[in-house]
């Protein structure tokens, strides 16, 4: 474990935050769109298809950002736009706007796994690369086969808005993690 050291915890982390946003807004959106803003079930169908779309387009043109900034503010700067997304969706008061925080949180979100994977990729010693992007990967998926199930428990005892603030706040760690991530690169 030691021999590995904090590289693949902390981008774990990171990714585990980021999948556990995304999969909530996938698995929490239409209903968020249906109970709280009185959508109908098409206009919350909607909700996570964009999502779904935005996520696809993002992370093939994210990578791309990656050659015109450091890993480092990529990584934040995915962080508050997702969270700002996020909590454009917790505030929203039509089915629209949730869309529009539905989009920023998918544009943020999608750079944040692929950037942390990479990271850790980088950072691990040669020999230990594989291992400390398994544990990544490991601690990354914690988020997404855990995140629909706590924002449904932060949503059944406050609200679906509450649970879109969780996602903003958790999001928000990362602008702590990617700077320590960082320090590890030299």
Not at 22 to 35: G, K, M
Not at 59 to 66: E, S
Not at 71 to 76: F, S, V, Y
Request: no cysteine; hydrophobic share 60%.
């Amino acid at each position: 474990g030691s021999v590995l050291g904090l590289v693949p915890v902390i981008g774990g982390a990171m990714v585990l935050i980021a999948f556990l946003s995304e999969n909530a807004a996938e698995s929490w959106s239409a209903l968020h769109i249906e109970r709280t803003l009185g959508g109908s079930a098409a206009e919350g169908s909607l909700g996570p298809a964009l999502m779904a779309l935005t996520m696809g387009i993002a992370r093939l043109g994210g990578q791309k950002l990656l050659g015109r900034t450091t890993e480092r503010r990529l990584l934040q700067g995915g962080a508050v736009v997702a969270a700002l997304g996020a909590m454009i969706a917790a505030l929203a008061v039509s089915p629209l706007m949730a869309y529009a925080g539905f989009v920023v949180l998918g544009l943020g979100a999608s750079v944040i796994a692929p950037t942390a994977f990479a990271l850790v990729g980088r950072l691990a010693r040669p020999e230990h690369r594989a291992r400390a992007v398994a544990r990544a990967t490991m601690l990354g998926y914690v988020g997404y086969f855990f995140g629909p199930p706590a924002i449904g428990m932060i949503a059944a005892v406050l609200g679906l808005r509450a649970a879109f603030g969780f996602a903003a706040l958790a999001l928000l760690v990362v602008l702590v993690l990617a700077p320590m991530m960082a320090r590890r690169a030299h």
